[in-house]
């Protein structure tokens, strides 16, 4: 085979490559918007920054492999890899891997409520301690106020009759 024709279809296959990548990129933002609900906005900035990334990432792709010129084969190709990847996984992955993500995370999230718990009922405890502590001192000091008081009005009045 000639050099020429190992290096187009190796352009092609990279090109389908290229395809199954972005496809499997986009999937795992849809595993992401599953997982954590966002507003419009939000999902609109998500997908300007992820075409812009995609679109810079083939750009790249042609001007490393094709000194920048687009051949419409290559534009095949990225469309025939997007539509093996949705063939072969269709809409099974985004469901199957958000599903254990968020089993995964209860689970975190349990375990660390279980770690957690004894430390919270330590600083409830150590809360109604110290309030308890607030009070006595509050009657200590005021029993030592009234004591000093009367201390300092009975010293005065045996100063002055001197």
């Known amino acids: 085979m000639s050099q020429d024709i190992v290096k187009e279809v190796t352009f092609f296959l990279h090109s389908i490559l290229m395809g199954l990548v972005i496809t499997f990129v986009y999937d795992w933002i849809l595993i992401l918007r ?54 072969a996984v269709k809409n099974r992955l985004v469901d199957i891997m958000s599903t254990c993500i968020h089993k995964i995370m209860c689970l975190i999230s349990r375990l660390i409520q279980i770690v957690l718990n004894p430390v919270k009922r330590l600083f409830s405890a150590l809360r109604r301690f110290v309030r308890f502590l607030r009070g006595r001192f509050k009657k200590v000091r005021e029993f030592i106020k009234k004591r000093l008081t009367v201390f300092i009005k009975t010293l005065r009045m045996v100063l002055c009759k001197r």
Do not use: I, P, Q, T
């Not at 999902?43 to 990432?57: K, N």
């Open 34 to 87: 599953k997982l954590f609900r966002h507003g419009k906005f939000l999902m609109s900035a998500e997908d300007l920054l992820y075409w812009v990334v995609c679109g810079l990432g083939v750009f790249y792709m042609l001007y490393r492999e094709n000194s920048g010129v687009l051949r419409w084969f290559a534009v095949m190709g990225a469309a025939l890899g997007m539509l093996f990847y949705k063939a």
